[in-house]
């Protein structure tokens, strides 16, 4: 079973440039997650996808941050403009319906902002 | 107050030692506790989930959750090198709930 894919594996801006993460889950989980994990701290969940809908977003910085899943598969996230302190790693992670509990994470997009 | 610590380490043990990581959480309403392993530039691997209280074993790895004093443990026996990674506890107060998680312990099994 093929596990989380994301592309890039790393990516470097000049803060104020656009980037766009994607992500394909494993196949068969309806729910869809991407964190933020900043060096140090643990994974910082940004929003939540069940099948093509979103479930939280409560924690995903709105006026700088975007993202969609379209037909419930494939992800992207996008961060315009960006800070200097976006600079982390975005992981994707995804599970079966209701199970929460058992994630299965993608290797993460290493984001540099200069 | 963080509602997950952990410390972050790191923890340096031989090879063959038993390795004690743990948590403590604020929230008595957390219900679903789990422990990932994270590796150096990859993504986190989840080792294993417990429901409320208890024990569960696989394995090398033990998890135990106290409810009663709101701290978690993972036990690794008969450590190795290849365990060697970032221990990240993550909580949640049920089943579709966003996940928590601590900051990570960084262990360190020298051969």
């Known amino acids: 079973e093929a596990g989380v894919a994301q592309s890039p594996r790393y990516k470097i801006i000049e803060k104020r440039q656009s980037v766009a993460f994607w992500c394909n889950p494993i196949s068969g989980h309806a729910t869809l997650y991407w964190y933020q994990q900043i060096l140090g701290q643990g994974p910082k969940l940004l929003i939540q996808f069940q099948n093509n809908g979103v479930v939280d977003d409560s924690q995903l910085p709105k006026d700088r941050f975007s993202a969609e899943r379209l037909k419930g598969v494939d992800s992207t996230l996008k961060i315009q403009p960006a800070k200097l302190e976006d600079s982390a790693v975005y992981l994707c992670?995804?599970?079966?319906?209701?199970?929460?509990?058992?994630?299965?994470f993608g290797p993460g997009t290493r984001l540099t902002v200069t | 107050q963080k509602e997950v610590e952990q410390d972050p380490g790191p923890l340096s043990v031989p090879e063959g030692a038993i390795v004690s990581l743990n948590c403590t959480y604020s929230n008595s309403a957390f219900q679903y506790f789990m422990w990932y392993r994270q590796y150096s530039r990859k993504g986190p691997e989840l080792l294993m989930y417990t429901y409320s209280s208890g024990n569960k074993e696989d394995g090398r790895f033990t998890a135990q959750v106290d409810k009663s004093s709101k701290y978690i443990s993972l036990f690794i026996r008969d450590s190795q090198p290849s365990d060697s990674a970032t221990y990240l506890c993550?909580?949640?107060?049920?089943?579709?709930?966003?996940?928590?998680f601590g900051s990570g312990t960084r262990l360190l099994v020298r051969p």
């Open positions: 993550a909580m949640s107060v049920d089943s579709s709930y966003k996940l928590i």
């Open positions: 992670a995804s599970s079966l319906d209701g199970r929460m509990y058992e994630q299965y």
